[in-house]
């Protein structure tokens, strides 16, 4: 068997077809992250790289990255993906070990979370949320029973996770760790696991993620700053303060595209993890609610193309749609209140917004795979309906 014929193509008609408020969300939320990505990082690129379009050069190349990548997955069967379930969990695992070996594993401000392939660095955690989706999605259909029944099989999953989660915080990247084990719990609850087996699993990852943010020093002194960043505006509040202002600046209406003054060197990662900010300086409240829109809107045609996978007898195809909507969500909400002060600092990015390859190309493999989805919706309903008409065609 060549490799070839593991896909089946989709169609430019088929493609066309798919849920179109979805896709158009996704298209908008693109545009929108481009033209940020080229407004936020101006400054920067101009005084790092002596052209003030670097990033914006090299965002687009990560989109056209993408959507190469995204092309593939559409082409690939969800069967398949369910059958690869456990090797892409392993190969996922396997990143997140070698990105800590030193020679291997890039570190950059303290972190070492990314693997350097050249044309962009590979963030293994992107990898392993997408992954460990994929898994306990095909085992949510594999042990539906022991899920449902018992303790064994909602803890199995969450034991494999927790091998995950250690991992991320040796690198460390306590973001992403909440995250993962939010999506997986939320996954298990989906997939019929008991309330109260839930609720109690959830106090005591809430108790133990508590532990691990006030075991470092740093972590710490994140959440007291995120609680008054005007106590130390010049030191360890400084990033938060000066998004902040930029919420300020930008009013009802905002500053128009390309004239804030945040990004001119004044707030640190104005293109990666505080463009909300800037976004937000430039069109104001009024393009802030509207960027949250499209991601809601985005994220709830995802779990409607979901639902409708469940409706037609296809849970892995389901639970993937559930998985990835709560992942971009997860982020989404993380991202924001960061930037609006409401969580402490982490190094999540804003979804399809924010500069980085990783992040954009996973993401938009994973909303390739919802679409991938509903075509594979409306080719078992058009065979239900053919099959429906043959038997009346009989009698």
Known sequence: MTWLALFDRVSLREFIRVDAWFLASVV??????????????????????????????RQSLYLFLGLTFGAVMLSLPTAQLQKWGILMMGLSLILLILVLVPGIGKSVNGSRRWINLVVFNLQASEVAKVCMVVYVSGYLVRRADRVREGWVGFVLPLCLCSVFLLFLLFEPDFGASVVLLGTVMVLLFLGGAPLYQFLLLL???????????????????????????????????????????AYGRGEWFGLGLGNSVQKLSYLPEAHTDFVFSIWVEETGMVGGLLLILLFGLMVSRAFKIGYRAMSLDRPFAAYMCFGFAILILAQVIINIGVNTGFLPTKGLTLPLISFGGSSLIITLASLFVVARVDVENRRAQWSDSSANMDKESER
Request: contains cysteine; glycine residues 6%.
């Open 28 to 57: 908008a939320i693109l545009a929108l992250g481009l033209v940020m990505v080229s407004s936020a990082s101006i400054s920067i690129s101009e005084s790092i790289h002596g052209h003030p379009y670097f990033f914006m050069v």
């Open 203 to 245: 106090a005591a990852a809430v108790c133990m993620l508590g532990v691990v943010a006030i075991s470092e020093s740093y972590r710490l002194k994140r959440l007291m700053n995120f609680i008054d960043p005007w106590a130390d505006p010049f030191n360890e509040g400084y990033q938060l303060s000066q998004a902040l202002i």
